[in-house]
């Protein structure tokens, strides 16, 4: 299953993507008979226990109920998949061919820093960051939302805790971050932060460490890696992160870029106003953007 947000009257509703058409999250669960919720988050923290039965029985459910149809996903605007997520947690250093071109140790755990919900953006939105920021960067990621709320979880269950996942940009300042030894400044531009366009259930991806993860700058390739060569794979970040701190759904966590940045080639390659980024996940999706001008 496909979960999408999308714009209605300037506000983000819930919906399932089937092929090319949206249909209603909240008119959907009314004709399930079960608890509506009109938003991505709330549809996980009511039914995020549920998801597996919801989805092996959505394509009926649309078939049954033509009423719930949106529109084609072309006539539409999507926002982020959760536009408003608690937490948004990242992990950097997570590839070790990145780990090599910026000179690091292996790290022995996940190296954690945050984002807030005011850099997210939406899959047809414009990257903002170029009027603060010379040195704008790209970073291609697999993103994963949180189904249920999850401490203390075993790595060998941390999937059961999944909703889905989606291509992330993590857009870095790298000017602002590296005036310091926190990364805080150069990860939290505003509007900086695209991803989506879908959350895209397990069952559709398949394995998650056996992923393609390509970054093109202007139709040209940057970053190619597969999630299989991640030094912390997916269930052991959410087992390590659920350690010390309770995961909530819709919570998003970004799980790393492979080598490639901007910031370590020779000379560097830095975003610029009218450049498009896409990143493109198998079996998930293409996340593509406009750097915005100003």
């Keep these: 299953?496909?979960?999408?947000?999308?714009?209605?009257?300037?506000?983000?509703?819930?919906?399932?993507?089937?092929?090319?058409?949206?249909?209603?999250?909240?008119?959907?669960?009314?004709?399930?008979?079960?608890?509506?919720?009109?938003?991505?988050?709330?549809?996980?923290?009511?039914?995020?226990?549920?998801?597996?039965?919801?989805?092996?029985?959505?394509?009926?459910?649309?078939?049954?109920?033509?009423?719930?149809?949106?529109?084609a996903r072309s006539a539409l605007r999507l926002a982020a998949p959760v536009p408003d997520p608690a937490k948004v947690l990242c992990v950097g250093l997570n590839y070790k061919d990145h780990v090599d071109e910026t000179g690091r140790a292996l790290p022995e755990y996940p190296d954690v820093f945050v984002k807030f919900a005011s850099t997210l953006i939406g899959p047809e939105d414009e990257i903002q960051g170029a009027d603060v920021s010379a040195n704008l960067d790209f970073e291609g990621e697999v993103a994963v939302v949180m189904g249920r709320t999850a401490r203390h979880v075993p790595e060998e269950e941390a999937l059961e805790y999944v909703a889905g996942l989606a291509p992330l940009n993590d857009i870095s300042a790298r000017d602002l971050q590296y005036r310091g030894t926190q990364w805080t400044a150069g990860k939290t531009v505003d509007g900086s932060t695209p991803w989506g366009p879908a959350l895209v259930t397990l069952d559709e991806v398949g394995d998650p460490q056996a992923l393609e993860l390509v970054t093109r700058v202007n139709g040209v390739e940057l970053q190619h890696s597969n999630t299989r060569h991640q030094i912390f794979p997916i269930a052991r970040i959410i087992s390590y992160l659920s350690s010390f701190l309770t995961l909530e759904p819709g919570d998003v966590i970004a799980t790393g870029t492979p080598q490639g940045i901007g910031a370590k080639?020779?000379?560097?390659?830095?975003l610029k106003p009218g450049d498009t980024v896409e990143i493109d996940v198998e079996h998930v999706g293409v996340l593509s953007n406009r750097v915005a001008e100003y």
């Design 1 to 71: 299953m496909r979960i999408v947000s999308y714009l209605h009257e300037n506000h983000a509703r819930g919906g399932v993507l089937l092929d090319d058409t949206v249909f209603d999250l909240e008119r959907l669960l009314k004709a399930a008979c079960t608890t509506p919720a009109s938003s991505v988050r709330d549809f996980l923290s009511v039914h995020g226990t549920e998801m597996s039965s919801f989805t092996s029985g959505v394509a009926r459910l649309i078939d049954q109920n033509p009423h719930t149809r949106v529109g």
């Design 265 to 270: 080639r020779t000379p560097p390659i830095w």
